[in-house]
Nanobody, 127 residues
Framework: QVQLVESGGGLVQAGGSLRLSCAASGRTFSMYALGWFRQAPGKEREFVAGVSWHVGNTYYADSVKGRFTISRDNAKGTVTLQMNMLRIDDSAVYRC????????????????????WGQGTQVTVSS
């Protein structure tokens, strides 16, 4: 069992930065691939970034590539999302999630492959 708790959301002006953190409980944290998703009002939940469980390879949605950076610290049980050059359309509730799917590299964008989810943190980018 893994419990995930996000923090670090808030209000920021366009062009600014925020750093989201997701703290995980559970001794098997290092065995999970981790992803960040976001959902804006009236829109579907979308994949933002992911990091694999072993090698720590990172993956990004095209919309955030070059602006966001995901990283994990297995010793601390945390995954972070550094968000730079924020845009108004980055505004959403951001949630971290953990997956043990054997084919995660191919399935990481699907919410159904994630076993555990955090409660979410709001990010609002203003003009």
């Amino acid at each position: 069992q893994v419990q995930l708790v996000e923090s670090g959301g808030g209000l920021v002006q366009a062009g600014g930065s925020l750093r989201l953190s997701c703290a995980a409980s559970g001794r098997t944290f290092s065995m999970y691939a981790l992803g960040w998703f976001r959902q804006a009002p009236g829109k579907e939940r979308e994949f933002v970034a992911g990091v694999s469980w072993h090698v720590g390879n990172t993956y990004y949605a095209d919309s955030v590539k070059g602006r966001f950076t995901i990283s994990r610290d297995n010793a601390k049980g945390t995954v972070t999302l550094q968000m730079n050059m924020l845009r108004i359309d980055d505004s959403a509730v951001y949630r971290c999630a953990a997956s043990r799917d054997a084919n995660w590299v191919a399935t990481m964008t699907f919410t159904s492959v994630y076993d555990y989810w955090g409660q979410g943190t709001q990010v609002t980018v203003s003009s």
